[in-house]
């Protein structure tokens, strides 16, 4: 196994051919890092790919697109209050990285992971979800149920919003499909 900063290293060197949002600005992964534990879901939405995949702790099925996945982390953020992320991770070819956080739903402490998989453009594409303990999933899904009923009625009739209004103190995602 290598070093991590050898890790971190690849990781940096191969940020130049991600995303931009300008003609020489490069979105970061850090810069998404910030952006979620801000809550600004709609400055994250630029590290998205159109066909990310977004999977939820709580369920089998993903949720497909980046409408639907700023749907969800629109939502979350709201729920997630005083949202960090504590520990990161990358993988050796810098394109897996593992961002692990601490928020609250209430009086709930939670932690979880942000699983993240960037394509050969530095887009995430791959955006999985861990939570814990069982009783800070329920407490999410609970809180989320609205929300998720909304969505997948909006995937069904294949429309999907690309809701991003008002977040709260934090995001990450972490809602279930029933």
Excluded: C
């Excluded at 050898?6 to 490069?26: L, M």
């Excluded at 590290?47 to 996945?69: C, I, W």
């Excluded at 709930?108 to 999933?137: K, M, N, T, Y």
Aim: charged fraction near 30%; hydrophobic fraction near 40%.
């Amino acid at each position: 196994m290598r070093r991590p900063d050898a890790a971190a290293a690849r990781a940096r060197s191969w940020e130049p051919t991600g995303p931009r949002r300008g003609r020489d600005e490069i979105v970061t992964l850090e810069e998404f890092r910030a952006a979620l534990e801000r809550g600004d879901v709609t400055a994250a939405s630029d590290m998205l790919a159109q066909d990310v995949v977004f999977r939820s702790p709580a369920v089998f099925e993903p949720y497909a697109g980046k409408p639907a996945a700023m749907v969800l982390l629109t939502e979350v953020s709201r729920v997630f209050q005083d949202f960090r992320y504590v520990r990161s991770f990358i993988e050796e070819d810098g394109r897996g990285v593992a961002l692990v956080f601490e928020t609250r739903i209430g009086a709930r402490q939670v932690e979880g992971i942000d699983l993240l998989r960037l394509d050969e453009h530095g887009l995430i594409d791959d955006f999985r979800v861990l939570v814990r303990p069982h009783s800070a999933l329920e407490a999410l899904m609970k809180a989320m149920v609205p929300m998720i009923e909304r969505v997948l009625a909006e995937q069904n009739s294949g429309h999907s919003s690309g809701h991003s209004s008002g977040q709260s103190s934090g995001q990450s995602a972490g809602v279930s499909r029933s």
